[in-house]
């Protein structure tokens, strides 16, 4: 089945470092998701991209959808404590029509060091 | 505001005993998703409804079904819960158009599964 590679797994890093991760496929996306998780909660969403070379920023957090469709990264500058938690990529891909079903990444664990 | 909602946040329930997990939304959204999320691993998704349309994965195990009465709910029923089905369940929904005209997803806060 189709799948997103998600990396890197883990990260642990110094408060004020900037933070880079990334997915890549072999199959071609027409929306890129980018969620953070905290531990009991649900998925929230941080950055939405719908178009190819589309570059997003939501404060500190800047995400493109690469050109090719297949992959798509997500930076965070000056991190904070509360960066803490999991970010899943997630794609929809071409032709999933109505559904809107997402692939998702294995996720990204993220721990910063005060 | 709580958009998408789940009751309870945590719920016990014994081996075998049929247990029925909640979601409602406000957003008005018309596919609403239900997913199992074990530790440590991404959402897998178990089935959705676009609008009153069913659509179950093909690897969702029958122990697993779903109702939704009508647009604001949605529910999870599982028959016989075994140990391996201790997770969080997440609720999804998805609607609200981006000025680029496609849709998104969001979750609720999730409902954590324990069986005993």
């Known amino acids: 089945g189709q799948q997103l590679n998600q990396s890197p797994q883990s990260m642990f890093i110094q408060e004020g470092e900037d933070v880079s991760m990334n997915c890549t496929s072999s199959?071609?996306?027409?929306?890129w998701l980018w969620y953070k998780q905290d531990p009991g909660e649900g998925p929230v969403l941080l950055i939405a991209?719908?178009?190819?070379?589309e570059l997003t920023s939501n404060g500190r957090l800047t995400a493109q959808f690469g050109i090719t469709r297949k992959d798509s990264f997500l930076n965070i500058s000056a991190s904070i404590p509360s960066d803490v938690g999991i970010y899943f990529c997630?794609?929809?891909?071409?032709?999933?029509?109505?559904?809107?079903?997402?692939?998702f990444g294995q996720g990204t664990t993220l721990q910063v060091k005060p | 505001d709580a958009m998408v909602i789940q009751n309870p946040r945590y719920q016990v329930t014994q081996f075998g005993k049929p247990v029925t997990l909640s979601c409602s939304q406000t957003?008005?959204?018309?596919?609403m998703y239900w997913y199992q999320q074990k530790s440590s691993q991404a959402p897998k998704l178990l089935f959705h409804?676009?609008?009153?349309?069913?659509?179950n994965e093909a690897d969702t195990p029958d122990n697993f079904q779903s109702r939704r009465p009508n647009t604001s709910f949605c529910f999870l029923d599982i028959r016989s819960p075994g140990l391996g089905d201790a997770a969080m369940y997440l609720c999804?929904?998805?609607?609200?158009?981006?000025?680029?005209?496609?849709?998104?997803?969001?979750f609720g806060p999730g409902t954590r599964l324990l069986v005993l």
């Open positions: 999804a929904t998805r609607g609200g158009r981006s000025a680029a005209g496609v849709e998104t997803q969001y």
């Open positions: 199959s071609i996306f027409n929306t």
């Open positions: 991209l719908y178009k190819a070379g």
């Open positions: 997630a794609g929809q891909l071409v032709g999933s029509g109505n559904t809107g079903k997402l692939i």
């Open positions: 957003l008005n959204h018309n596919v």
């Open positions: 409804y676009y609008d009153k349309d069913f659509n």
